[in-house]
């Protein structure tokens, strides 16, 4: 038997009026809605999850900055003192301001998406139970309308007030119960949406700031340009000369030694690795060997930096060194999952030796980090560095896309995410990269 059957005629319940009010002020949304409205509830919950991330992705990346504030941010650039020393650290210091941001925009979006599926939660829970709502509430309103009778007033109808109070004291327990339970679901949903709107507010605000340090950034890279000393139209011949000789490599190692061979730019960056590699063997500076933002030259041995180089971007580890593929194929190197347009920093002082398109790996940059020892990078769209340039540990060297671009290296990982693939070369052969990276509390310490 139902309340709403079994209650013929009885009176307000004190405390239960709050309820009701709450009810009628807090409508049952139908569960999984999206900001807009969009309705997600036919959605299987990883096409809902997708839906979500990419309306929070779009909350921080289409936000861009004002004219007013662009100018100020060329302002502040063009009175930067030329000194290489000051230009560099200005450009360091950005850089990890951008990677902290894009570090705490991730997690904030993380939040948001567990938000999202507690609310969805607890609207689901209330959508299925509206019957019992309604029946409730239907219930407080009749109770409201025919009151029993009260014995002080009719002592005539006794038996009548008598058979009243026996019925309320049979269903009040279980209407009180129900009405207790959708309160606190009320309250909770009420909390949650509190708590996504100020999650929400605080992903906009990161990524105004972020979109100003990427601008920051675009202006201290183009002034870094301005400074160098190599002819623009030199250093386009080397390009194309570099982009001819990718096309005929067959290899990674056969293009390495190609460029070093036959491009100037990059035989002169392989020759001063190999001075800066004599010059540091054997020395062990103490303190940060990357402390010194005008050094032309790494500070130590690119051996001697294990367990101190950061990765070069913010992201989760899809497969590491090593580890095999849909085929079998052991990895040669770690790929990562980014976000969307992710500021990508060099991982480590050294010579750029090409920056360009190769074969099946899309966009490459190849660092000589000295001693037979370079670092390839591979996924991003823009590359923001020249061949022959000396590039400092944590220097903006490029940025990645809006999505996964194809890659020998990257294919079968599944990820819809931008993935960057780095990889560490010794002589010409891969090696596993994971001795060189820093421990997050590290990082932190450094940062």
Not at 11 to 24: D, N
Not at 106 to 119: D, F, P
Request: aromatic share 4%; no cysteine; proline share 5%.
């Amino acid at each position: 038997m139902t309340l709403f059957a079994l209650m013929t005629g009885s009176a307000m319940v004190t405390g239960v009026p709050s309820m009701s009010a709450m009810a009628t002020e807090t409508p049952v949304a139908k569960p999984d809605q999206t900001e807009t409205g969009a309705d997600l509830s036919a959605l299987a919950p990883e096409e809902r999850k997708r839906v979500r991330e990419q309306e929070l992705a779009a909350l921080s990346e289409d936000l861009s900055l004002s004219e007013t504030r662009q100018r100020e941010l060329k302002h502040q650039i063009d009175t930067i003192d030329r000194h290489r020393d000051a230009l560099n650290a200005d450009l360091l210091r950005t850089a990890q301001r951008v990677r902290s941001l894009e570090e705490e925009l991730s997690a904030t979006e993380a939040r948001l998406l567990r938000l999202h599926e507690n609310a969805d939660t607890v609207r689901a829970s209330l959508y299925e139970r509206r019957d019992v709502l309604a029946e409730v509430l239907a219930t407080l309103e009749r109770i409201g309308r025919r009151p029993p009778p009260a014995l002080a007033v009719r002592p005539e109808d006794a038996l009548g007030a008598v058979r009243s109070a026996m019925l309320l004291n049979s269903v009040m327990p279980g209407i009180h119960d129900e009405a207790e339970a959708l309160a606190v679901d009320l309250k909770e949903l009420t909390g949650l949406e509190s708590r996504i709107a100020g999650e929400r507010d605080r992903l906009k605000g990161d990524g105004t700031r972020l979109a100003e340090e990427r601008k920051r950034i675009e202006l201290l890279l183009e002034a870094k340009r301005n400074e160098a000393n190599e002819s623009r139209r030199k250093l386009a011949e080397e390009s194309k000369r570099a982009k001819e000789l990718a096309g005929k490599a067959t290899s990674l190692k056969n293009l390495i030694s190609s460029l070093e061979s036959e491009i100037e730019s990059a035989r002169k960056a392989a020759e001063a690795a190999a001075r800066a590699a004599k010059e540091n063997a054997g020395k062990r500076r103490p303190g940060d060997p990357f402390a010194d933002p005008g050094r032309l030259a790494p500070a130590v041995a690119f051996e001697d930096t294990k367990g101190r180089l950061r990765l070069p971007v913010a992201g989760a580890p899809l497969r590491s060194f090593g580890e095999e593929d849909s085929l079998g194929t052991p990895a040669e190197g770690l790929s990562i999952a980014t976000r969307n347009n992710a500021s990508v920093n060099a991982p480590v002082d050294g010579w750029v030796v090409y920056a360009g398109p190769f074969r099946s790996y899309g966009q490459l940059l190849i660092l000589n980090a000295g001693d037979g020892y370079h670092v390839l990078l591979a996924g991003m769209k823009e590359i923001d560095v020249q061949l022959g340039q000396f590039v400092l540990a944590g220097e903006p060297i490029g940025s990645m896309g809006s999505t996964q671009l194809a890659s020998a290296a990257t294919l079968d990982l599944g990820s819809t995410r931008p993935v960057l693939y780095i990889e560490f070369r010794k002589d010409g052969n891969s090696i596993d990269p994971s001795p060189w990276w820093a421990r997050p509390e590290d990082e932190k310490v450094r940062g």
